[in-house]
């Protein structure tokens, strides 16, 4: 396989595209398939069979047809890949069986098919300096939206540093040590409560208006966990010249980011993590006031969010593990203050397979 391939499967998300664009359509089960049995109570119980499942995945991969997989497949598959990210219970039984090599190798010529097109070379570029776009979701009733704070961001990042150092404190002496213990808490590893911009380009496929076809930011519809928001508001942001930007392209690109900014987080990322990935481990975050001294900006490619996102992956020059959560493909942070914003578009959603926008 190609080097994009096998980092496509190498990643939870990146083989549950590979999956999707394989048993869309396949009934109301969808995959794995379930052999239904009599339970205690005289209910009927699925459960899942390895041969069944491995014969069964293998049947779909045959019968499709991948060179009739055209762009609105993928973009579907990655929606749906991106939208069942979770880091704070255990994987669902497709991503736990998938973590097989060897059912995952089933879904090699998927991945070079994926990998291949013309439509997801951009998945590998580097940020779009010359299109970027904050897109804020409303809150309240009537709704409400919050433009996104472009000044003070350095300031607001030490407060997010002093607040989760808090959090790791009192996870660690309020917390228990018994893994299987059914508490959650902060569970991702971005600067999600602080007032970091957060910005990705247009791409095709995701608006029309009266029939015509419209790119619109990426953000609208690559959301983890989405809660299927109708409206939403995006602004257009001014890059500044000479922005220093950090490429994520991969798993070893973030844990080496990682290594140079380490937050430490065993405490309050223990039971989370222990169930997204199945590690007892010593747990890092990275420090995104530290990196602020570095970089202007990080930004995640869509290769590197499939195959980085819900990993334990070891930190260079430690014995401790992190995990890349609550981010999003072509997701870049900005770590310093912004040029004013321009004048924002209005966006209903149209409708949902496969997602569609318009501006309002």
């Not at 089933?106 to 580097?126: H, I, K, Q, S, Y």
């Not at 309020?174 to 893994?179: G, T, V, Y």
């Not at 602080?194 to 790119?215: F, H, K, N, W, Y």
């Not at 530290?290 to 020059?317: I, K, N, Q």
């Amino acid at each position: 396989m190609t080097s994009r391939a096998d980092a496509l499967l190498a990643g939870p998300r990146g083989r549950r595209l590979c999956l999707q664009i394989v048993v869309a359509g396949a009934g109301p089960w969808g995959w794995p398939p379930l052999t239904w049995r009599q339970g205690v109570s005289g209910y009927p119980v699925g459960r899942v069979e390895a041969l069944e499942v491995h014969a069964s995945l293998a049947a779909q991969v045959a019968a499709t047809d991948l060179s009739s997989i055209g762009r609105a497949d993928v973009l579907q598959a990655l929606v749906t890949s991106v939208d069942g990210a979770m880091y704070w219970q255990p994987p669902d039984d497709a991503d736990q069986l998938l973590a097989d090599p060897a059912l995952a190798a089933l879904l090699a010529p998927v991945a070079e098919t994926v990998t291949a097109a013309p439509d997801t070379r951009w998945w590998a570029d580097p940020l779009a300096r010359s299109d970027q776009h904050a897109v804020a979701w409303p809150a309240g009733d009537p709704p409400r939206y919050t433009s996104p704070q472009t000044a003070g961001v350095h300031a607001a990042l030490r407060d997010w540093r002093t607040d989760t150092g808090a959090d790791e404190r009192r996870a660690a002496a309020d917390r228990p040590r018994d893994l299987d213990a059914l508490l959650s808490g902060r569970w991702w590893c971005t600067p999600a409560t602080s007032a970091v911009v957060v910005t990705s380009r247009r791409i095709p496929g995701v608006a029309d208006l009266d029939g015509q076809e419209l790119p619109a930011p990426a953000g609208l519809v690559l959301v983890e966990d989405g809660w299927g928001w109708a409206t939403a508001r995006s602004w257009p942001v001014p890059v500044p010249a000479g922005a220093r930007v950090h490429e994520v392209t991969g798993p070893d690109d973030w844990a080496a980011l990682v290594g140079r900014h380490p937050l430490p987080a065993t405490a309050s990322r223990r039971h989370d993590w222990y169930r997204t990935t199945g590690q007892d481990a010593d747990w890092i975050l990275p420090d995104w006031s530290s990196m602020a001294e570095e970089f202007d900006a990080v930004h995640l490619t869509v290769d590197g969010y499939l195959s980085t996102v819900g990993r334990a992956l070891p930190v260079p020059g430690t014995a401790a593990h992190t995990v890349l959560a609550g981010a999003a493909p072509d997701a870049t942070w900005w770590l310093t203050d912004l040029p004013e914003l321009r004048e924002p578009t209005h966006w209903r959603r149209l409708d949902d397979d496969p997602p569609h926008w318009a501006p309002i």
